[in-house]
Structure formats: structure tokens, C-alpha cells
């Protein structure tokens, strides 16, 4: 079945960086678009950058500029750089097989707090 997990997250300044990794298996990881989304502390889902099969990438206007999402289809991985941290950066991560919500791994927290 398919298996997402993230790791990378943690407890960050602002201004700073972090690299999310999420490693899958279960399904065809090269043909498959791969979709990160957060959940800030009570509120809901939110998208936030997806990668095509081709490597074609789209992000939230919020990250543009500052987050960058790719994939190493020979490790089967899917990461998230994120730079220029901001405090409403703060949430729980995930990554997602597909373009929507689900299924997604069980979400890395990141806190970007001085």
C-alpha cells in the first residue's frame, strides 16, 4: 500500500532554513505527481506546492520565491526546501501522493519561532 514518510521538520528561527524529505514506496513513485500541504496550528488543510511526473513545479503565492519543491524519482523521494522562514510558516507537513489532500504521509511539525 502506499507508504509517505516526511522527516526534516523542527524548531527554526526566523529567517532560517529547513529541507523536508519524504520518502515514499507502495506505488509507482516516478509517475506519479507529488503534492506537499501544511495544517497551521488550528486551521485547515492548506496546499502548498505540488511537482509533476515531469518535474514541472507550482507553489502557494505565500512560499513562491522562498520554497522550492523537487524529486529524486531514483530514490524515490520527494523534498521541500524552505528558506527566508516565517513565523505563519509554522504547521504540521505533509506530503501527498496525487495533486489533492490524500493519502498523506504522518506530517513532519515545523516551528519557526525566535
Known amino acids: 500500500q502506499v507508504q509517505l514518510v516526511e522527516s526534516g521538520g523542527g524548531l527554526v528561527q526566523p529567517g532560517g532554513s529547513l529541507r523536508l524529505s519524504c520518502a515514499a514506496s507502495?506505488?509507482?513513485?516516478?509517475?506519479?505527481?507529488m503534492t506537499w500541504v501544511r495544517q497551521p496550528p488550528g486551521k485547515e488543510l492548506e496546499w502548498v506546492s505540488s511537482?509533476?511526473?515531469?518535474?514541472?513545479?507550482t507553489s502557494r503565492d505565500s512560499v513562491k520565491g522562498r520554497f522550492s519543491i523537487s524529486r529524486d524519482n531514483a530514490k524515490n523521494t520527494v523534498y521541500l526546501q524552505m528558506n527566508s522562514l516565517k513565523p505563519e510558516d509554522t504547521a504540521v507537513y505533509y506530503c501527498?501522493?496525487?495533486?489533492?489532500?490524500?493519502?498523506r504521509g504522518q506530517g513532519t511539525q515545523v516551528t519557526v519561532s525566535s
Open positions: 507502495g506505488f509507482a513513485f516516478s509517475t506519479s505527481p
Open positions: 511537482i509533476g511526473r515531469g518535474g514541472s513545479t
Open positions: 501527498v501522493k496525487g495533486w489533492d489532500f490524500a493519502p
